[in-house]
């Protein structure tokens, strides 16, 4: 199956964390992602990690993997209103890419 | 500079008028993808290029089809646009290795679909 799935709202005061989080069922990803959308535009590849690894840090950003789990996180550290925006995270199998149903993430000042 | 290029990026056509939605990239990249997106969904797959092999999605309609002349440019056509069409439209690539997996796809702006 190819079913990833999100939370559909997060809401976090501005300079608190926000975690995002993403389960797949697919077990041959290789590469998972998380992309950003801003209203009227096209998805931001913001991060990604490699379905072999746990764990990766990229400046405020950090991913989570448990792959035993088939469960996807990403830390967003210190938010602030330009965050606010729809998450995704995707999984990358066999040529293609497949995309969870979105988090909307509300930044409150 | 923009990698994945879309135009237009807002396209209005009339209910059943044929479109061509186009799609250019300078990555040189051999898998080309067109996602459809409605409102406060997630992107939805229709069909992907592996070079010039062409991959459907078995629940995309007939009503949609896509052309890759080169590696550099994809086409997609929607034969007789319907009001459930009006959507935005993505257009993604990405490198496929051997084996087939790919690494991360790169997403142009979208064209938004409007049927009147």
């Known amino acids: 199956g190819e079913d990833v799935e999100q939370s559909l709202f997060l809401s976090v005061r501005e300079g608190d964390s926000s975690v995002i989080n993403c389960t797949y069922t697919?077990?041959?990803?290789?590469?998972l992602y998380w992309y950003k959308q801003e209203p009227g535009a096209g998805l931001q590849l913001l991060t990604y990690?490699?379905?072999?690894?746990d764990m990766k840090q990229d400046q405020r950003l950090t991913v989570l993997l448990n792959k035993k789990d088939k469960h996807l996180s990403l830390r967003i550290a210190d938010t602030q209103t330009g965050d606010s925006a729809i998450y995704f995270c995707?999984?990358?199998?066999?040529?293609?890419?497949?995309f969870g149903t979105g988090t909307k993430l509300q930044v409150i000042p | 500079d923009a990698m994945v290029i879309q135009n237009p990026r807002y396209q209005v056509t009339q209910f059943g008028k044929p479109v061509t939605l186009s799609c250019s990239q300078t990555?040189?990249?051999?898998?080309m993808y067109w996602y459809q997106q409605k409102s406060s969904q997630a992107p939805k797959l229709l069909f992907h290029?592996?070079?010039?092999?062409?991959?459907n999605e078995a629940d995309t309609p007939d009503n949609f089809q896509s052309r890759r002349p080169n590696t550099s440019f994809c086409f997609l056509d929607i034969r007789s646009p319907g009001l459930g069409d009006a959507a935005m439209y993505l257009c993604?690539?990405?490198?496929?290795?051997?084996?087939?997996?790919?690494?991360?796809?790169?997403f142009g702006q979208g064209t938004r679909l409007t049927v009147v």
């Open positions: 993604a690539t990405s490198r496929a290795r051997h084996g087939g997996l790919s690494t991360e796809a790169f």
């Open positions: 990555l040189n990249h051999n898998v």
């Open positions: 697919d077990s041959s990803s290789t590469y």
């Open positions: 990690i490699f379905s072999n690894m």
């Open positions: 290029y592996y070079d010039k092999d062409f991959n």
């Open positions: 995707a999984e990358a199998t066999y040529q293609k890419v497949t």
